[in-house]
């Protein structure tokens, strides 16, 4: 279930992170949806859905960090 826009994005995300994470999130799920489409290209029994929001944690993650209260960019 790619999403299309970042309205469509889980509500956890639209209201945690800033505008420009929320980009980087849908496009690195939507991108890790199609790459580990295949069950065996993913690790041990994860679903398909937990690695592509794995994938796009960890990619918001190169570029924000969590403060406590609020993600910020690195610097």
């Known amino acids: 279930m790619p999403y299309t826009n970042l309205s469509s994005l ?3 995300v639209r209201n945690n992170l800033p505008r420009h994470a929320q980009e980087i999130y849908l496009a690195a ?3 890790a949806w199609e790459e580990y489409r295949d069950a ?11 690695v592509a929001h794995k994938v796009a944690w960890a990619a ?3 570029q924000y960090e969590n403060t406590g209260d609020k993600w ?4």
């Open 10 to 12: 889980p509500e956890s």
């Open 29 to 31: 799920f939507n991108n």
């Open 72 to 75: 910020q960019r690195k610097k």
């Open 60 to 62: 918001v993650k190169q």
């Open 40 to 50: 065996e290209d993913r690790r041990g029994k994860a679903s398909r859905e937990e």
